[in-house]
């Protein structure tokens, strides 16, 4: 069973400019989704795909986007990008959707580190 | 909206004795899902422990078990017999059993940074 894989681990952007990292879910996982973690802060919800559809956002603004391919990989796009910014992305994947109570359990991405200067 | 508390930034223990790590957490719901989650140097998250609110039944796996109270919205970590490895930031994590409302969003807390001794 191949885990959770992001690429790149990590990247050195310019403010204002574009950038996209990946994700590559588990084998047999058809939900990802995305989190933001500031040096020395817990990771904060940025949004999840579900089958290829956003289901569920955080609370960041439209410059951050994503998408889901028919594979259930992903992407986080980040566009205008700030200093802010600067953090580890962190991807997660999960078998999504089952019945009754929800047993989705969450498998975590070694991240791609993110600096904007 | 659910909120979680870790109030301790920093904790240190002696190689093999015990420490606790405090989580509290704010939710209206009644079901939902709590985690212990270690993030060591590595970056890799890797969950330690989970407990569904449902059951009263305090979660264990190996030295790591937990302590949660319901009514007081607390959940502690207690590790025994700490070993080096167990060197890590401890992330406590609340999430919602709604998929189609929430997902599988996790919130989590701060962190605690736990220092092992030797």
């Known amino acids: 069973e191949t885990g959770v894989t992001q690429s790149p681990t990590h990247l050195i952007k310019t403010r204002g400019q574009q950038v996209t990292l990946r994700c590559s879910s588990q084998?047999?996982?058809?939900?990802v989704s995305w989190y933001q973690q500031a040096l020395g802060q817990g990771p904060q919800f940025i949004f999840q795909?579900?089958?290829?559809?956003?289901?569920g956002r955080g609370n960041f603004p439209p410059r951050f986007s994503g998408l889901q391919f028919p594979n259930y990989s992903s992407e986080l796009n980040v566009n205008a990008l700030e200093l802010d910014d600067s953090a580890l992305y962190l991807c997660?994947?999960?078998?999504?959707?089952?019945?009754?109570?929800?047993?989705?359990?969450?498998?975590f991405g070694p991240g791609t580190r993110l600096t904007v200067t | 909206a659910q909120t979680v508390t870790q109030s301790q930034p920093e904790m240190s223990v002696q190689e093999a004795e015990t420490v606790t790590l405090s989580c509290t957490y704010d939710?209206?719901?009644?079901?939902?899902?709590l985690f212990w989650y270690k993030q060591p140097p590595s970056r890799q998250m890797i969950l330690v422990i989970r407990q569904e609110a449902y059951k009263q039944q305090n979660a264990t796996e190996n030295r790591f078990s937990v302590n949660f109270q319901k009514a007081a919205k607390s959940f502690s970590l207690k590790i025994s017999d700490s070993q080096l490895g167990d060197a890590a930031m401890y992330f406590c994590?609340?999430?919602?059993?709604?998929?189609?409302?929430?997902?599988?969003?996790?919130?989590f807390g701060a962190g605690t940074i736990l220092r092992v001794k030797s």
């Open positions: 997660a994947s999960s078998q999504g959707l089952r019945v009754a109570l929800g047993d989705y359990e969450q498998y």
């Open positions: 939710t209206s719901e009644s079901d939902y899902y």
């Open positions: 795909y579900y089958r290829e559809e956003e289901n």
């Open positions: 994590a609340y999430r919602s059993p709604y998929f189609m409302e929430y997902g599988n969003k996790l919130v």
């Open positions: 084998s047999g996982h058809n939900t």
